[in-house]
């Protein structure tokens, strides 16, 4: 059984993306293959959960892969600088919000990726 | 939380603390995004009495940082700008700190072993397999052939000895904020299924049967066999004339009056002819 993100692609009943066929975990990017489906957690054949430890990791990151690029003052805070229009942005002209994290349009945290 | 800021998280000793507290300060690399680490003489004494120069990362302030971006003290552990410990340097992997947010979602069913009771009340603390034959630590929890904490699906090490915690004369006890209440408890069908598994090993324990494992065929008979017996006890008993009533069978029937089907009759049939050529043919 699967269900359809809001671009149309295929995801399990936790929202990862899978292959309809396999029931693997997919990248995003890539397509390639994530998980195996018999790697997943499940009950019986039913198997949507990420195992462990990636199921207890998954939150792990490197902060400094999520903020922009700055000159800091005295006190360690971002000189965060301003376009045209008033938005935060970094020395790139990445858009920031006033802590110095890299965000999208939607003002989610992302990283140097997207 | 405020706006545009990241949750809290948790050390392993439950003390919450800031992500921009442990961070240093660096400038980067213009197309990778890199942060460019700086390097200063290092004058620790153990380096010193090597002899040769040394230098050591560190951040735009000159503070000791790891490669990863953290700011560190003299022996490697990871320090917020005061100065103190958040976490130990034996608790990173690959120089990254675990990020436990409160949203971290952690059961204890994960790692703890199929027991029919509580290992931990054992004196001698000397139990080494659950139901299943897999090996547990003195906390019942599932551990490899390093004492590391597994889990119980693929048998990956979450917890590795280095940091546990004494228990019972045994590395064996997680960190405080996997069991502190403060992380999210799944509540998922995988969860139930779980909890349900262990509770009902957990149970038989408690009524003396041996065994608490998940085998269907075994589980069924020793089910009936329970049914049977209460009924025996609580239905039937000890009669007036001192005999145990008669047995009775899964659905409360006696089983005199269980009328035998066609190869039961068959069978009494041969025996009853069995008996007769053997005691009527006898000489006299």
């Not at chain 2, 059961?107 to 027991?115: D, Q, R, V």
Request: charged content about 35%.
């Amino acid at each position: 059984m699967y269900f359809r993100d809001r671009d149309g692609n295929a995801v399990n009943q936790r929202g990862y993306l899978i292959d309809e066929t396999t029931g693997d975990l997919r990248s995003q990017y890539t397509f390639d293959v994530v998980f195996k489906n018999y790697n997943l957690i499940g009950i019986g054949n039913s198997r949507f959960e990420l195992p462990l430890p990636y199921r207890l990791e998954r939150h792990n990151f490197n902060p400094h892969h999520c903020v922009g690029n700055f000159d800091y003052d005295d006190e360690d805070k971002p000189i965060i600088l301003q376009d045209g229009e008033g938005n935060r942005i970094d020395k790139n002209f990445r858009p920031v919000n006033a802590s110095g994290w890299l965000i999208d349009e939607s003002e989610n945290i992302i990283d140097n990726l997207g | 939380m405020e706006k545009g800021q990241l949750p809290k998280l948790y050390n392993y000793d439950g003390r919450m603390y800031k992500m921009q507290s442990i961070m240093g300060v660096f400038e980067r690399d213009n197309h990778s995004k890199e942060i460019k680490l700086c390097a200063k003489e290092d004058n620790s004494q153990a380096r010193k009495r090597g002899g040769t120069k040394k230098f050591t990362s560190c951040d735009q302030r000159g503070r000791k940082v790891n490669s990863t971006g953290y700011l560190l003290d003299e022996r490697g552990n990871i320090i917020d700008k005061s100065g103190n410990i958040i976490w130990r340097s034996h608790e990173l992997l690959y120089n990254e700190p675990p990020k436990i947010f409160p949203f971290t979602e952690f059961s204890i069913n994960w790692i703890k072993g199929t027991l029919d009771r509580d290992v931990t009340q054992n004196p001698r603390h000397d139990d080494e397999y659950d139901l299943e034959g897999q090996r547990i630590n003195s906390m019942g929890y599932l551990i490899d052939s390093k004492d590391n904490i597994i889990d119980r699906w693929s048998k990956s090490i979450l917890f590795k000895k280095d940091v546990l915690e004494d228990r019972f004369g045994q590395e064996a006890e997680i960190p405080y904020v996997f069991r502190s209440g403060k992380l999210k408890r799944p509540d998922d069908e995988i969860e139930k299924h779980l909890q349900k598994k262990l509770d009902k090993a957990m149970t038989r324990g408690r009524s003396g049967l041996a065994g608490g494992q998940d085998d269907s065929d075994d589980d069924d008979m020793l089910s009936d066999l329970e049914k049977i017996e209460r009924r025996q006890k609580h239905k039937y008993g000890q009669m007036d004339d001192g005999h145990l009533a008669p047995m009775v069978d899964v659905e409360g029937q006696d089983i005199d009056d269980i009328a035998p089907d066609q190869e039961q009759r068959g069978l009494m049939g041969d025996l009853m002819m069995d008996h007769d050529e053997q005691f009527n043919d006898q000489p006299e």
